[in-house]
């Protein structure tokens, strides 16, 4: 009976130690790759049309600065 509860208490710590080094390894992978691997640049696009949503707002702050003659401003825009 001794001889199976110090093998059983073996083996949790056998598996509660590569459990930790599994932790221990992947935060420093993480860490790493975060440091030196720079983040891909996402254009955000319209789901419906497709398009650069940038354009769209560009376009609409154009024609509201045309239509106003310079005196509008556009704060935010909103979809209804």
């Given at each position: 009976m001794n001889e199976a509860v110090s093998i059983m208490i073996v083996?949790?710590?056998?598996?509660?130690?590569i459990?930790?080094?599994?932790?221990?390894?992947?935060?420093?992978l993480i860490r790493l790759s975060n440091k030196?691997?720079?983040?891909e640049v996402?254009?955000?696009k319209n789901p419906r049309t497709g398009t650069d949503t940038g354009a769209v707002y560009t376009a609409i702050e154009k024609a509201i600065e045309q239509?106003?003659?310079g005196k509008g401003k556009v704060n935010s825009i909103k979809k209804i």
């Open positions: 083996g949790m710590i056998t598996v509660f130690f459990l930790v080094l599994i932790v221990v390894i992947g935060n420093v030196y691997i720079p983040a996402v254009k955000e239509v106003t003659q």
